[in-house]
């Protein structure tokens, strides 16, 4: 089974052409990115780092670690904030 996913980045939407030139090259964002990815957070032990085969599928656990990275870089500590 899969994980839920989003829009993938590369997708066109309008203005500008893609999700991913809202970005700039320098952002820290492209960091935690490339950080992440490179990670296998099986190997480190997280427990639902391959998704299951039965019931709804969960987030990837890629893309919560790099919201809660980019979260406690900018001191934000809810969604509420």
């Known amino acids: ?5 989003g ?3 590369k997708s066109k939407i ?4 893609y999700v991913d ?3 700039t090259e320098d952002n820290p964002v492209r960091i935690i990115d490339a950080f992440v990815e490179t990670i296998d957070l099986g190997e480190l032990g ?3 780092a391959t998704p299951k085969e039965r019931g709804r ?3 990837n656990p890629k893309d919560l670690l790099k919201l809660y990275i980019y979260g406690y870089m900018n001191k934000i500590t809810s969604s509420r904030k």
């Open 1 to 5: 089974m899969r994980y839920i996913e």
């Open 7 to 9: 829009i993938h980045r």
């Open 14 to 17: 309008a203005l500008p052409e």
């Open 21 to 23: 030139d809202y970005v």
């Open 46 to 48: 997280f427990k639902n």
């Open 57 to 59: 599928p969960g987030y």
